[in-house]
Structure formats: C-alpha cells, structure tokens
C-alpha cells in the first residue's frame, strides 16, 4: 500500500515538473511581480456534485460464483473563493457518502467524509502571501467493525466511530504560495490540532489518540498541505489533495499523511467516471496506512 501511495504521489509531482519545466524557464522578472491570476476580483464559485451506481445480480442457477450486491455513492466537492489585488480567502467542502448492500447482509458504509477547509492570505510578495488555515473534518454515520467468531461462525458488529467521533480540527499561522487556484502550498510551522471523541469510546481504553477517560486531545506541531489540480487530457482531470502533519509535542518524526485523489473522466455533460483515493497514516489511530478507493460510472453535474 505503501508503494501506491508514493507512486501516486509521484505521478502527480513529475507530471507537473514537467508541464511547469518550459514555464519557468522563460519567466521574466516583471511577470514574476505579478503573481497571482488577476483574471477576477471578487467572488468565484465552482462545484461538482457526482452520484454513482453499481449493481450485481445472480439467480440461483448461476454455477460461476457470486453475490448480488447493489451500491451506491455520492460526493459533492464545492469551492468558493474571494479576492482582491491584496488578498485572498479560499473555502473548499468535501462531503461524500456510500452504501453497500450483500444478498443476506447488513448494509454497510463504503463512503462517509465530511471536510471543511478555510485559507485567507495577504500579499506579501510574488507568489507568497502570509496565511493562515482552519481546517475541520469528521464523518456523518456510525462505523462498525465486522468480527465472525472462528468456531461458532457467528458474526458481531461493534460500534467504533460515529458523527463527531472521531473529529479533527486544525488551524495555525503561515506562509502560502499559489500561482493559481489550481496549484498552491501552504506552509504552517505553528499549527493547533484537537481531536475529538465521545467518551464511550475511550471508557475502557485510548480511541484515536485521545487517552482513556477523556474526549479530546490537543497537539501542536507543524502542517503542509498541498493542492494540485489540472487536465491530464481533454475531459480528463486530476485533482490532487496532500495533508502532512507532525506534532512537536509527542514523537515528531512520525508524520501524519493524508492524501486524497480524484480523477474525473466526463463522457459528457452529465455521465462520467469517477475514481477517488485516498491514504492516511495516522499512528494514533492505527500504524498502517488506511486505503479507501470508490470507482464508478454515474451522474456528474458541475456548476
């Protein structure tokens, strides 16, 4: 899993090495004062609302294998940003959510993201801008871990995480660099970061890095976050998300990762297909990395 995520990562960083190579090369001192994209002033909003749909069937009588399952996801990805020759103030929301549904099993989650980020910049100079971020996420359904006993063959579900639980807010100081709305880096070496959780789950142990008996946990340390979208061909875009986050205050060298993808292959106005993925490492939580990936065909509507 490792190695996807860095080739991901990888991918991404090459593809624009090499589109921003020719660029940079012939880019005056005069142009570089200019900075950032003046071809608005004001408000600008953008969004994409997707909806899939995958569905399995198979009657009795079929002798190759299989269970019918139907599954459905939907994920709404808005944008709404302000600016002036002076300042900047960027708002993104992520929501997403899926179900699935196996021939004689619960429906189960298969998508549930809830994600706020805010950036406000002032001019300093080129590129740069002294920032400052907040950012908030958490998930809107209960998640349940699925065990069936070895001998008994029965299966049990066991609540670990709900609205709110766990929920994550970070929100700090620092310098931005953006060239445009489609690629920018924030850099904040002072950054806040509580987690919060029900008290439920930590009655008889530690949950998400926050100690048993509490509901919270407050960190500080340093955060990158990274954006980079762009067209890998006609209809064809790749929107990159990269979070990386290291708390002074308890084993720094052990970087929380989150990165996200989605690549959107439209067919036309409203039919395309979507693939989102999405790493995180977090070693509060578990020391591995957690894989989520959705693929489908569906509804698309941009507006």
Do not use: C
Not at 29 to 52: M, R
Not at 239 to 264: A, G, K, R, T
Not at 268 to 297: C, H, M, P, W
């Amino acid at each position: 899993m490792k190695k996807i995520l860095l080739l991901l990562i990888f991918v991404s960083v090459n593809i624009f090495a090499q589109k921003t190579e020719g660029e940079l090369i012939n880019v005056t001192s005069e142009a570089a004062k200019k900075a950032v994209d003046t071809s608005y002033v004001g408000w600008k909003k953008a969004g994409n609302f997707v909806l899939l749909f995958n569905q399995s069937a198979f009657n009795n009588e079929w002798l190759g294998g299989g269970t019918s399952n139907v599954a459905g996801n939907a994920g709404l990805n808005y944008d709404f940003n302000y600016k002036t020759p002076e300042m900047i103030w960027d708002n993104k929301f992520i929501a997403a959510y899926g179900l699935t549904k196996l021939k004689d099993q619960p429906t189960t989650k298969s998508d549930d993201r809830l994600e706020f980020t805010s950036l406000i910049g002032k001019k300093a100079k080129g590129y740069w801008f002294y920032s400052g971020f907040l950012n908030f996420k958490t998930q809107m359904d209960s998640g349940f871990l699925q065990e069936t006993d070895a001998v008994t063959n029965v299966t049990t579900y066991t609540k670990i995480s709900h609205f709110f639980s766990p929920a994550y807010l970070q929100a700090g100081p620092g310098m931005l660099w953006k060239k445009s709305d489609n690629l920018k880096v924030n850099l904040a070496p002072a950054t806040s970061r509580l987690i919060f959780v029900h008290k439920h789950f930590t009655e008889f142990g530690s949950a998400f890095g926050v100690d048993q008996g509490k509901t919270s946990r407050f960190e500080f340390g340093a955060a990158v976050n990274a954006y980079y979208k762009f067209n890998i061909m006609e209809n064809v875009s790749m929107e990159n998300i990269l979070n990386l986050y290291s708390n002074y205050l308890d084993n720094p060298q052990n970087v929380d990762i989150d990165y996200q993808m989605n690549l959107v292959m439209k067919i036309n106005k409203y039919i395309s297909t979507n693939v989102a993925f999405q790493a995180i490492y977090d070693d509060n939580a578990i020391g591995a990395f957690q894989i989520r990936e959705v693929f489908g065909l569906g509804f698309n509507y941009g507006f």
